[in-house]
């Protein structure tokens, strides 16, 4: 079985995961608190992979809380930037610049079987570049009017197939996708039939 | 009880309600075909509205359409410009340029009691004046990458109140929401605890 890239993240109902200046202040709202273990699945999601890759934004995101979220958690930071990694994290976090599909291939040579792929800018490039297997949205219920968004331009449609919908007490309504791999034929058929010319 | 406006649309999973040339031909994808009968709640919604508020864009998209799918309900056309009206319809359209809030006013002594707010552009006007009561979103299982957006800028947050969600054996997944109207102390207070500066 190939090396499985997965997307788990929150949005807002309008589709960003972030305001523009980076801040996820809504994400924290204390109306959204449910019981002290609830965690909407992401235990058991992180569960389930065996590395974490997200772009230079999101680490410097993730510099600013008062702990490191991940543990012992192999986490590969993408960027075509140098990044400064804290002493403390040299251990668990290492700065690749690759493009997607070579990422994939290098881990995948390194015996890694399922990916976390998170931050705007890499799920994007990892859409675009086909590589994502399924995603787990959370939407949460608030409309931010702007920020940065989980999707972006695509060059065709993608279909998805959707596993499982819940919600949850406050609000929140979390969707499981996988993505639809179209044979290159089933996409041209289609081309014909509803696409932009 | 006051006039109500609510929403009742469809849009991508990337939050587009249609491409950005307004074709909607990834609405009538044959395979989100359900049974004969299966309208996703559309009788049941338009049933319980009298009058129907669309903006030019939508009207003349719907002009091309082989039927006015409209019946008799009234159908205002909120545009500044003036509109083609054909003579077969000059009894159930017209066209208005009028303030969001003006024309609820001015419907509202018409006697109408529940609005049905349709396109983009007259949803967002409506959204930012505080006029929607609730919207039900239905997400297909697709993404389109670019397009007219159901949701666009806003000057602060808007708290939703989630109602329920279904889903349907094609993979909608229909959420309603209500909006939650914030007093402007309880906004105020927000503000100081983790907006934008």
Redesign the interface.
Known sequence: MPLTCSVFIATS???FIA?A?D?I??L??P?YTMSATEDFGYAEFTGSIDTLVMGRRSFEKVLTFANWPYDKLPVVVLSSRTIHIPAELQTKVRNIHQEPQELVAQLETEGRRHLYIDGGETIRRF?RAGLIADMT?T?L??????GIP?????????????E??R?FGN???Q?K?RIVREARGDRREEDG????P
Chains 1, 2 share one sequence.
């Open positions: 109902s309008d589709g305001r200046d801040n202040d809504w924290e709202n109306a859409l949205i939407r219920p608030v409309l931010l009017g702007e989980l999707f972006g331009a695509i060059d065709h449609d993608i279909r998805l197939s959707h499982w919908t919600t609000g929140f309504v969707t996708y039939l509803g696409r932009r």
